[in-house]
């Protein structure tokens, strides 16, 4: 069964200041999604990354994805209070049909002045 | 021109009621999904259908029914409703066929109190 763990599931962060979420996944996989969820709101996707060595940035994001590692982060560079939500990576388990995918259980990040 | 657009948004009822859930996508997907986010924000994938047809159907009590009467329309009833089925009930659509990415896109959520 396939098992995708975040961390930290918290993270207070400083204005400015930089960061780093982390998914580990537990079954071979070549799609991984980063999703933002601000409160009572819906998943808004952020990145879609297919293949080993991908990296995708979006203003303060960058998302990488190492397939060896069954790794993938979630960097966030000179971060902004519009930035607080919860974060989720969401793992694709291609030994299933469907597109069948399983989340973390998210990263709630909050930015302070 | 929302995408996936989900009704109702609030669902209040009591124990023992049966209740439906609608969900449509103007995206042309072939796919749709339903998900549930519990009180601690966990995500886990419910059913999904494929140009109508079940593909995935998680362990979920036989309560739960999906029906796809086309493509663009997913509705989740519940039967017998409990306590602990409260939650957030997301939709969720993709295109599977001709892309790669297979990128969902979620609906606005419905959340459900049972009390």
């Known amino acids: 069964e396939l098992k995708v763990e975040q961390n930290p599931l918290f993270l207070s962060m400083q204005e400015g200041k930089n960061y780093t979420i982390y998914c580990n996944y537990s079954?071979?996989?070549?799609?991984l999604y980063w999703y933002r969820q601000d409160p009572g709101k819906s998943l808004e996707s952020l990145f879609v990354?297919?293949?080993?060595?991908a990296v995708k940035q979006e203003g303060r994001l960058m998302a990488s994805l190492d397939t060896k590692a069954r790794l993938s982060t979630l960097h966030i560079t000179a971060a902004v209070h519009d930035l607080s939500a919860t974060y989720f990576c969401?793992?694709?388990?291609?030994?299933?049909?469907?597109?069948?995918?399983?989340f973390g259980g998210g990263t709630r990040v909050l930015v302070k002045p | 021109d929302t995408a996936v657009s989900q009704t109702p948004k609030y669902l209040v009822t009591q124990m023992g009621n049966d209740k439906s859930i609608k969900c449509e996508q103007n995206?042309?997907?072939?796919?749709m999904y339903w998900y549930k986010q519990d009180s601690k924000k966990f995500l886990k994938i419910m059913f999904s259908?494929?140009?109508?047809?079940?593909?995935i159907n998680e362990t979920v009590p036989n309560r739960f029914s999906p029906k796809s009467p086309d493509k663009a329309h997913l509705n989740l009833h519940i039967n017998s409703l409990e306590l602990g089925d409260s939650a957030v009930y997301f939709c969720?659509?993709?295109?599977?066929?001709?892309?790669?990415?297979?990128?969902?896109?979620f609906g606005p959520g419905t959340r459900l109190t049972v009390t």
């Open positions: 969720a659509s993709s295109h599977v066929a001709t892309s790669r990415s297979y990128e969902q896109y």
């Open positions: 990354l297919l293949s080993n060595g």
């Open positions: 995206l042309g997907h072939d796919t």
């Open positions: 969401a793992v694709a388990n291609l030994l299933t049909a469907g597109n069948k995918l399983t």
């Open positions: 079954t071979t996989s070549d799609r």
């Open positions: 259908y494929n140009n109508k047809e079940l593909i």
